[in-house]
């Protein structure tokens, strides 16, 4: 059974398993936001999931991240579904969520309905990277 839990303290070990991009600090932040998920399969975590406000109005998906056995079986449309659910409910209209260029993520977005919105381009030695694109979806 699929189940999708906000994140709590209690969390954290599970947490940066699979996720060490962010501080501890934004992990709190994130528990005291409630801006993340655990994604438990089976009473097994198996991913997570974090957001934010882009522009501090619109829901940004900034990960979803599933361990690798856990991958193209459904679980992340799932996930996504889940979580947009939550947003309308909250009043929001629009979701978004961005992808570097040479990441397939943008095909699984674009098959949820995300439509491309634009790009970024990082040419800053420190923060250089393919080009980030931008997708959004109403709600």
């Not at 940066?16 to 992990?27: C, K, L, N, R, T």
Request: include cysteine.
């Amino acid at each position: 059974m699929l189940e999708v839990k906000k994140v709590e303290l209690k969390d954290k070990e599970n947490w940066f398993a699979v996720d060490p991009h962010i501080s501890e600090e934004e992990f709190e932040h994130k528990v005291n936001n409630q801006t993340g998920y655990v994604i438990w399969k089976d009473s097994v975590p198996i991913g997570v999931f974090r957001y934010n406000l882009f522009w501090d109005s619109i829901p940004f998906v900034t990960l979803i991240y599933l361990k690798e056995e856990q991958r193209t079986n459904g679980i992340g449309k799932e996930v996504m579904r889940f979580w947009e659910n939550e947003m309308k409910a909250k009043g929001h209209n629009a979701v978004m969520t961005s992808t570097q260029v040479d990441e397939s993520a943008q095909h699984f977005y674009r098959k949820l309905g995300y439509k491309d919105c634009g790009c970024l381009v990082l040419d800053i030695p420190e923060l250089e990277q393919p080009m980030e694109m931008f997708l959004i979806k109403q709600i």
